[in-house]
């Protein structure tokens, strides 16, 4: 068996390029929970997998409420068919929302085309 990996703040930062005050603010949230080794947060390979997880989660869209039963469900049953099917699920929902937002967007273009077009028009007039 190996031994486990440690990370501090700061290497978690740069290798997934976001802030400390990011990774803090998940802390905070629940979703990361570091040991302290006197004052400094010390993450280990679980912690740089749920980082993982959560910043492709919010990628996808998901909510920080989405996340924590996401990693909620990892942690309490690791590749389990629940946690997969409440993945998908959540990716399905958003999916949807993303194409009913993808079609309102094209319907504005095209209003928005409409009215370009007219007013060129009236402005050819004057």
Known sequence: MSPVQS???SELAKHFDVTPRAIRF???QGLLSPKRVNAQRVYNDGD????KLILRGKRIGFSLAELKQTISLYDTQPD???QLQYVLETIDSHRQE???RKQDIETTLADMDDVQARIREQLALL
Do not use: C, G, H, N
């Not at 740089?48 to 980082?51: A, T, Y």
């Open 7 to 9: 990370y501090t703040i």
């Open 80 to 82: 389990s068919k629940a």
């Open 26 to 28: 998940y802390e905070d």
């Open 48 to 51: 740089f997998v749920r980082l």
């Open 98 to 100: 993303l194409l009913e």
